[in-house]
């Protein structure tokens, strides 16, 4: 494959408008918990957007291909799921986790389990 300057400007304009995005967001952090947890200002909407789009991000989406190769269409039933499972995981979740206050799932167990099931989460995830 011969890379155009057309490849690298289209690149080059990718990486600028990735990095003002984030300039643009790093100018409402205030705080570390601003900048973890986006000072829990986030609506269900985006927080379940943000857990599909890390769970349907570009590790499944490589290993969705390989896996559509060899075993066709059935592929794509897993990511169709996981998609929508935690975009429902999401919309019915973020409002219990937020008020809470808590920061991490396992946090949570800890909470309602004990110190040996956070642990066991931990190691698990």
Known sequence: MIITSSHIIIMLVTVAVVVGGGVYAARSVRSAAGYSLGGRSAGAGLVAGAIAGTCVGGGATVGTAQY?????????????????????MGIFY????????????????????????????????
């Open 68 to 88: 559509a190769a060899t075993h066709g269409l059935s592929a794509w039933w897993f990511t169709l799921g996981m998609g929508f499972a935690l975009i429902i």
């Open 94 to 125: 973020a409002r219990p986790m937020r008020d809470t206050g808590l920061v991490k799932i396992s946090e949570y167990i800890e909470q309602n389990y004990g110190k040996k099931a956070e642990i066991f989460t931990s190691v698990c995830s």
